[in-house]
T-cell receptor, first 115, second 112 residues
Framework: EAGVTQFPSHSVIEKGQTVTLRCDPI?????LYWYRRVMGKEIKFLLH????????ESGMPNNRFLAERTGGTYSTLKVQPAELEDSGVYFC?????????????FGQGTRLTVV | GDSVTQMEGPVTLSEEAFLTINCTYT??????LFWYVQYPGEGLQLLLK?????DKGSNKGFEATYRKETTSFHLEKGSVQVSDSAVYFC???????????FGKGTRLHILP
């Protein structure tokens, strides 16, 4: 069974450009999460989808970030326009149920560098 | 708000040494506690978890006990191997919440 897949693995863009990150969750997982790790800091929650609906987007840093989950399958996270402080590793995770009962499976992450 | 504090790294040990990585948390209610591990070039993997006080999570020789009285979840292994070299993240999931709150991570180097 395929795990959580993220594309691209690395992205280097200039400040002001747009970047779109993609996450393909494990098939059948209704819950999809985005997290971000800025260099030297904690991995921080960005948002949570249940199927195609945003359950919790309290961690989204500002309106330059837009997440979508078309048809409850894959998800995209767009940063427009990118700023230097957006650099970091973006992780996606998926799970079948609630945290205490089921495991969240993480992708390898997308390393974003804004120059 | 809820938070996790873990010891700073990197931690360097010789093979077969005893490992402890300290982790304390701040949370309301009854969070679930986790240790995640990230091996080089790979994604985060759940190493072990505990969902209530005094529970002991264990996996691959690693153990951690949920201590509510000290708000701690220290990771231990009796004899580390070179293959244990990775970054270890202590984390919690707040009561009745799906998000995970992570510590900063501790990089572990095991020397042969």
């Amino acid at each position: 069974e395929a795990g959580v897949t993220q594309f691209p693995s690395h992205s280097v863009i200039e400040k002001g450009q747009t970047v779109t990150l993609r996450c393909d969750p494990i098939s059948g997982h209704d819950n999809l999460y985005w997290y971000r790790r800025v260099m030297g800091k904690e991995i921080k929650f960005l948002l949570h989808f249940v199927k195609e609906s945003k359950q919790d987007e309290s961690g989204m840093p500002n309106n330059r970030f837009l997440a979508e989950r078309t048809g409850g399958t894959y998800s995209t996270l767009k940063v427009q326009p990118a700023e230097l402080e957006d650099s970091g590793v973006y992780f996606c995770a998926s799970s079948q149920g609630f945290r205490a009962d089921t495991e969240a499976f993480f992708g390898q992450g997308t390393r974003l560098t804004v120059v | 708000g809820d938070s996790v504090t873990q010891m700073e790294g990197p931690v360097t040990l010789s093979e077969e040494a005893f490992l402890t990585i300290n982790c304390t948390y701040t949370a309301t209610g009854y969070p679930s506690l986790f240790w995640y591990v990230q091996y080089p070039g790979e994604g985060l993997q759940l190493l072990l978890k505990a969902t209530k006080a005094d529970d002991k999570g264990s996996n691959k020789g690693f153990e951690a006990t949920y201590r509510k009285e000290t708000t701690s979840f220290h990771l231990e292994k009796g004899s580390v191997q070179v293959s244990d070299s990775a970054v270890y993240f202590c984390a919690l999931s707040p009561y009745r919440d799906d998000k995970i709150i992570f510590g900063k991570g501790t990089r572990l180097h095991i020397l042969p």
